[in-house]
């Protein structure tokens, strides 16, 4: 199938949006009043891309465009990233150019399918239409902004919102409208946020009051009721079974098996460092990161640093799908026959078959092994003799847990999926930096040269004496972070501090937002200097007296922490998110992700090498998490250190 064409995306433009419901999208939403069931994989859209469509037409002379008669058309396959095509924000109104609203606007709204839901009900049709009649009514009635945020506005290709980087076209909106702002396209809003104080609000203190939204939408297809997407009652149960299982003997020995997964890797470099090859390292670190996650979580062995099975392709393929889906605004996945007519999706069913029957065999044989024990028992087995040392085989052996089949699986994939991409992703560009910064590259071998001595792996006691190691992998993950977006949407009404805006935010029910994560990260206001790649940066206290209520960043607040973390720069870094809903995983991460650096740095030096001779060449693009856009091409070349 072919790509969608500019007329297509014009045709798509008033449908192109997240679903709002705040359950899965094939549930029924009922309306607040009359009884009226409506479904909202189609309703919503069909509704709101009418109102609009008339709007425009009454309140802007705009010249109209011939659209196609066929929806089938705008369900070709598109590889687009997200918002590709999508004209906007609806803010670009010439002076003079406003008539009103049409005369029956009031009547419309007087409708009972659109009643707003009451507080602590679930949300509903209402509640989304509510968000798109005051924005409509502010940008084409002229009424004052009810949530009192600026409104972005602009070209969103100009603005990179349409290449594959959207995070940087966040990034470049802070830089006109501020660290609070609405982006709105065809009847779709985001209110964009990168506070700290805001970000503490929404993750911590209201933590409860702001669920996944549109990613929880995206990811239920893949990851079920996995921690990540799950609704709050689910991840309550889970989450409570499963921080058991990162205790600190079971980490102990993860540390040795992560190592095993490192020599694999050394192994390969080797080879082509010998025959003078150059390797794309953003592969290899992809690689080794699902070899680490297959055998630690689920006991499976998947082999690929040292070539690609069918399962590493299906897993491969699945990632990038679920990324095509968290970019995509309006999930054509959920219409009927799409997974008949469109290939990509006859492929992702495919893999996710042969995914879920190689970590359904997992399960069923965890289970038939089972061997019931309390939590003091577990964190006192000897993981060296246990053929099944993984996570799964906590979880499964858990006293008291009444854990199903389906339920783990979601819990497995979802470990696969979050922890795979992330670790990748921040060795890559530690790479990428450190290769540009000899001189701390020199510093960060000798360090790791004069702890580890002769072993060929490092122990878990050795990376908590590495800090030169941990902080190259925290800076990494500052300038980069992974995810550099998050996802929420608000359940109920709110008002966001004013933090360094100066002006509080009135949230509405059923508001969606972007967590950029990257424009915290690098906003000079709490990093001097952010572009730079300074791991020593986290040994200096800072503060700033422009911004009341931010604490700064203090590094005695971490010290008894592998990492720096949320607490110690008052929510202005966090590299594993924040509050109740932080990744459980925080610590299996940094001890995998430095293992693996220090033995790639102890054993080789590395240079730019084409396609990417320069680091300018490398280039960058998001999914899930921040990718290169050419890979990461090196020249390895091994150590005269590391061959005594």
């Given at each position: 199938m072919g790509s969608l064409q500019p007329a297509d995306a014009a045709f798509l433009e008033p449908w192109t949006m997240p679903l709002h419901t705040s359950r899965p999208v094939q549930r029924q939403v009922s309306t607040a009043s009359s009884g009226t069931r409506l479904s909202t994989s189609l309703a919503l859209p069909a509704v709101l891309g009418i109102v609009t469509g008339v709007v425009r037409q009454r309140g802007l002379r705009v010249s109209r465009e011939r659209r196609r008669p066929h929806l089938i058309r705008a369900l070709k396959e598109s590889d687009e990233p997200m918002l590709?095509?999508?004209?906007?924000?609806?803010?670009?109104?010439?002076?003079?150019?406003?008539?009103?609203?049409?005369?029956?606007?009031?009547?419309?709204?007087?409708?009972?399918?659109?009643?707003?839901g009451k507080v602590g009900e679930p949300l509903c049709l209402g509640d989304t239409m509510h968000i798109f009649r005051t924005n409509i009514e502010q940008i084409f009635g002229g009424e004052k902004s009810y949530d009192g945020a600026p409104l972005a506005t602009g070209d969103l290709a100009s603005a990179g919102l349409t290449d594959g980087t959207m995070y940087l076209g966040l990034q470049k909106y802070q830089e006109g409208f501020g660290d609070v702002y609405k982006l709105c396209f065809g009847p779709k809003s985001f209110m964009v946020v990168s506070d700290p104080q805001i970000l503490k609000h929404i993750l911590r203190e209201k933590v409860f009051n702001y669920d996944k939204g549109v990613l929880g939408e995206v990811l239920e297809d893949v990851m079920g009721k996995g921690l990540i997407p799950a609704d709050f009652e689910t991840w309550k149960v889970r989450r409570?079974?499963?921080?058991?299982?990162?205790?600190?003997?079971?980490?102990?020995?993860?540390?040795?098996?992560?190592?095993?997964?490192?020599?694999?890797?050394?192994?390969?470099?080797k080879e082509a460092a010998s025959a003078g090859k150059t390797i794309d390292m953003e592969e290899r670190f992809g690689s080794v990161a699902l070899d680490i996650i297959g055998k630690s979580v689920f006991n499976y062995e998947f082999g690929s640093v040292e070539g690609e099975s069918p399962i590493v392709k299906a897993a491969i393929q699945s990632l990038r799908e679920v990324e095509h889906r968290a970019q995509t605004p309006f999930q054509y996945w959920k219409l009927p026959l799409t997974d008949l007519l469109?290939?990509?999706?006859?492929?992702?069913?495919?893999?996710?078959?042969?995914?879920?029957?190689?970590?359904?065999?997992?399960?069923?044989?965890?289970?038939?092994?089972?061997?019931?024990a309390d939590l003091e028992e577990l964190e006192n087995r000897d993981y060296e003799k246990m053929d099944n040392p993984s996570l799964l085989r906590f979880l499964v052996d858990m006293r008291g847990e009444a854990t199903s089949g389906k339920q783990l699986r979601d819990d497995m994939i979802t470990f696969l999926i979050a922890g795979h991409e992330t670790t990748a992703s921040a060795l890559t560009w530690s790479l990428f930096e450190l290769a540009q910064n000899p001189e701390l590259m020199k510093r960060l071998q000798k360090?790791?040269?004069t702890v580890m001595g002769d072993r060929v792996r490092p122990t878990y006691e050795d990376i908590k004496e590495m800090e030169l190691l941990r902080l190259c992998l925290a800076e990494s993950l500052r300038m980069y972070p992974e995810p550099p977006l998050l996802i929420r949407r608000a359940l109920d009404e709110d008002t966001l501090p004013a933090g360094a805006t100066g002006a509080e935010t009135q949230v509405l029910r059923g508001m969606d937002f972007f967590v950029s994560i990257y424009n915290l990260h690098r906003d000079e206001k709490y990093w001097p200097n952010p572009n730079t790649y300074d791991p020593d940066r986290f040994k200096r206290k800072y503060t700033n007296p422009a911004i009341p209520g931010w604490a700064g960043y203090d590094p005695d607040g971490w010290k008894s922490q592998l990492y720096p973390n949320e607490i110690a720069s008052d929510y202005a870094f966090i590299p594993f998110g924040a509050g109740p809903r932080k990744c459980v995983g925080d610590v299996f991460a940094m001890l995998e992700g430095c293992v693996s650096l220090a033995m790639v740095v102890r054993n080789f030096d590395f240079s730019f090498a084409a396609p990417t001779a320069d680091p300018s060449q490398v280039g960058t693009c998001t999914g899930a998490t921040i990718h290169t856009k050419n890979g990461l091409w090196m020249q390895v070349r091994e150590r005269v250190a590391a061959k005594h």
């Open positions: 590709s095509g999508v004209k906007g924000p609806l803010n670009l109104v010439k002076e003079g150019e406003v008539e009103g609203l049409p005369w029956w606007w009031e009547a419309f709204w007087a409708l009972p399918f659109t009643a707003r409570r079974a499963i921080v058991p299982g990162f205790h600190q003997k079971w980490l102990n020995f993860q540390v040795s098996e992560f190592g095993r997964a490192g020599e694999l890797l050394v192994s390969t470099l469109i290939e990509r999706q006859r492929d992702f069913n495919q893999n996710m078959t042969l995914l879920n029957d190689a970590l359904n065999k997992c399960i069923e044989q965890a289970l038939a092994d089972r061997k019931e360090e790791v040269d």
